[in-house]
C-alpha cells in the first residue's frame, strides 16, 4: 500500500481493506480544524445533544444502541464532531464498531450475519440496524461519562499511568525490547488477539508512549491495527446503574484526554501551538452550559433508564 508516499507492506492481505481504511480516517482526523473531534458516541433527542464517553469495554457502544432502539437519533458512537463555529454536536456516520453479542443485548438480533467483521468486531451502518436512524447537528446539553463503580469506589487502584493495548501485524524481539526501553513504560508483555500479536503496557505518559511505539513501527514496516487506550478489567455490570453530576472542568478533562489527532493534529500545532491549556479552553466554550454527569455503569436497561430521564423520555418501547 502506498499512502502520503510512503509504501507499506501488507503482509497478510486480509488486512489491506482495513488497515488501507483506519489509515485514510486516521489521517483526515489529523487534518480537521473545523471541528474538534474526541472519542465518544453522541446521540440526540427533541433537539438535545447527548455526547457519551468512557475507557474501552464500558459498554458505550451498546448503550448508544439501547438508546437508538428507544427513539433516539444516531451521531456516533466512536467519534463526537464538536463544531468550533456552531458549537453543536455533529454527525460522523462511519460505521458502527459493535462487540459479538451487543446487538442481541440491545434489542436487534439477527444482524450480525449480514456485518462486515474486522479486529473481531462487527461493522454495520446505522441504516442497516435502524433506518431512519441518522440525525442533526444539536446543540450540546448533556456530557455523560461511563465510570466502572469499582473504580469509583476506590476497589481499582492505578499509579502506574494509563495501560495501552497496540494491536500490530507481526512483532521482533528488536521491537519488543526498544519499547521497553521508552521513558515511563512498565510491564510490557505480549499477548495474542485475533490471532496477531498484541503489545500490552503501561505508560506514565500515554500520548508521549504512543508516538514512539507508532515510529518504531514505521521503521520496521509493522502495520499498527489498532490502539486501545485505558484497558482495564471490564465492570461487571451487575452493581445498580447511578448517576450524579460532576464539575465541567472535570467533564472537559475527561474529553481532553480522547481527543482524536493527538500528537499529530494540525489543530493543536496550527492554530494552538502545541497548547493543552489553549485546548482545554476552547473545549470549555464549545460545551458551553452543558450538564455533565458521571455515570456508574450497570445492567444496561438502568443505564437507559438514567440517559432518558436526563432527555425528560421515559418510554422504553422500540
Known sequence: MIFDGKVWPVSNPEFLEGYAYESILSALVTRVRSHMLVHAGAVSRRGQGIIITADTGH????????????????LSDEMAALGRADHLVHPF??????????????????????????????????????????????????????????????????NAGQELCVMIDRLDDTLLATVGQIEGVTGVRVEADCGFP????????????????????????????????????????????????????????????????????????????????????????????????QLSVGPLHEM???VCNLANVCSKGS
Open 93 to 158: 456516520p462511519r460505521s458502527l464498531w459493535i462487540r459479538r453479542g451487543a446487538l442481541e443485548m440491545a434489542g436487534f438480533p439477527g444482524l450480525a450475519s449480514r456485518a462486515i467483521e474486522w479486529m473481531d468486531k462487527l461493522l454495520l451502518d446505522i441504516e442497516e440496524i435502524k433506518p431512519g436512524s441518522l440525525g442533526e447537528a444539536a446543540p450540546i446539553r448533556h456530557i455523560i461519562i461511563l465510570q466502572d463503580p469499582a473504580e469509583t469506589q476506590g476497589e481499582i487502584q492505578d
Open 198 to 293: 498484541m503489545l500490552r503496557l503501561r505508560a506514565v505518559r500515554a500520548s508521549f508512549a504512543l508516538s514512539r511505539i507508532e515510529a518504531l513501527c514505521r521503521e520496521r514496516r509493522i502495520l499498527v491495527l489498532d490502539v486501545i487506550k485505558g484497558a482495564r478489567a471490564r465492570p461487571t455490570f451487575e452493581r445498580p446503574a447511578t448517576l450524579k453530576p460532576i464539575p465541567k472542568s472535570q467533564a472537559v478533562m475527561e474529553l481532553l484526554s480522547r481527543f482524536q489527532g493527538g500528537y499529530m493534529s494540525e489543530l493543536l500545532h496550527n492554530e494552538f501551538g502545541g497548547s493543552s491549556t489553549r485546548l482545554f479552553m476552547e473545549l470549555s466554550g464549545i460545551m458551553g452550559q452543558a450538564d455533565c454527569h
Open 304 to 306: 437507559a433508564d438514567l
Open 59 to 74: 459498554g458505550k457502544t451498546t448503550l448508544v444502541l439501547e438508546l437508538i432502539r428507544r427513539g433516539f437519533k444516531f
